[in-house]
């Protein structure tokens, strides 16, 4: 097998990339009482950002069992402000 170049592989992929997008289906719509696998939320407070995608995915019980243990990890490692989008905004996590 010959091995690919740069210009190869960006003209494979940006073709690929024009044939996916193009595929009957896509976006994928939801029949009622059928749950969405991604949200898109805007305008609001972090806070009630989560809240509105959490609803708008099923729920919190679509993910999480009453009885079950859940950890959250946010991205809290860097000394940033908010603003920096570095880490996990403090409203969001509460």
């Known amino acids: 097998m010959d091995r690919m170049n740069r210009r190869e592989f960006i003209k494979r992929g940006l073709a ?3 044939a996916f997008a193009f595929l009957p289906g896509l976006p994928r719509i939801i029949s009622a009482g059928q749950s969405p696998d991604l949200v898109v939320v805007s305008n609001g ?3 009630e950002l989560v809240r509105n995608a959490i609803e708008a995915l099923g ?5 999480v069992q009453p ?3 859940v950890l959250l990890k946010p991205n809290i490692a860097w000394d940033r402000v908010p603003e ?3 880490n ?3 409203e969001a996590v509460a």
């Not at 729920?59 to 993910?63: D, E, K, Y």
């Open 16 to 18: 690929s990339g024009a």
């Open 45 to 47: 407070t972090p806070a």
């Open 59 to 63: 729920g919190m019980s679509r993910f």
């Open 67 to 69: 009885g079950q243990m």
């Open 84 to 86: 920096q989008a570095a």
């Open 88 to 90: 996990t905004n403090p």
